[in-house]
């Protein structure tokens, strides 16, 4: 059973540029998570996804975006990048209409996307 | 902000019972306590979670005491590879629930 897999597993921009990072969720999980990991920090929550629509969102300015496609998988976008936005970026996955019950509620991270923005 | 307070640091020898405490005063009654660990530079690792019993997986036990506001995981024979940040986190059990991390306690288990 394949975990939280994220693409690419690290990565280099220069400022003003855009990103687009994926996420593949656990088996059988159809909520999609994203974070932000400043180093030294622990992850900050950026949005989540469900049912292909955004509908939870951190503190994040609008140049970060999502999407979420038919078969439960992510993107994370970000432009016109900016030196501080080098973080990991983290994906989590859960599956949703399980309260109460099992622990299908936990959330399980991948790997994360090393970004650096020189 | 993060609903829970840890320890900065600790440190653990080898082979010996790892305790890590967490205060969570202000824990709602739908809240579960859930840990995690972060080993440099990967993503976080579930460990375990409980709502107000203790309980056992193969990786760790979760004590939680009996008003709920503090708790406590432990690793039963630490060993170096379990050197990592442990967060602590209070949430409902919930998918729409985001986890909020706090700065964690960082564990080194000493040889």
């Known amino acids: 059973d394949a975990g939280v897999t994220q693409s690419p597993t690290h990565l280099i921009k220069t400022r003003g540029q855009q990103v687009t990072l994926r996420c593949s969720p656990k088996?059988?999980?159809?909520?999609v998570s994203w974070y932000q990991q400043a180093l030294g920090q622990g992850p900050q929550f950026i949005f989540q996804?469900?049912?292909?629509?955004?509908?939870q969102r951190g503190n994040f300015p609008d140049r970060f975006s999502g999407h979420q496609f038919p078969n439960y998988s992510s993107e994370l976008n970000v432009n016109a990048l900016l030196l501080g936005d080098s973080a990991l970026y983290l994906c989590?996955?859960?599956?949703?209409?399980?309260?109460?019950?099992?622990?299908?509620?936990?959330?399980?991270f991948g790997p994360g996307t090393r970004l650096l923005v020189l | 902000d993060a609903k829970t307070t840890q320890p900065p640091s600790m440190d653990c020898a080898e082979g010996r019972a790892a305790n890590l405490p967490c205060n969570h005063s202000t824990i709602s009654g739908n809240e579960y306590v859930y840990w995690y660990r972060q080993i440099h530079s990967q993503g976080p690792q579930y460990i375990i979670h409980g709502l107000k019993n203790n309980e056992t997986n193969e990786m760790a036990s979760l004590i939680i005491t009996e008003d709920r506001k503090s708790s406590t995981l432990i690793l039963p024979h630490a060993t170096l590879r379990d050197t990592a940040v442990y967060y602590c986190i209070v949430r409902a059990k919930t998918s729409y629930d985001k986890v909020i991390f706090g700065p964690g306690t960082s564990l080194s288990v000493i040889p």
């Open positions: 996804y469900y049912e292909e629509e955004e509908r």
């Open positions: 989590a996955s859960s599956l949703e209409g399980r309260i109460g019950g099992g622990s299908g509620e936990t959330q399980y």
């Open positions: 088996s059988g999980h159809d909520t």
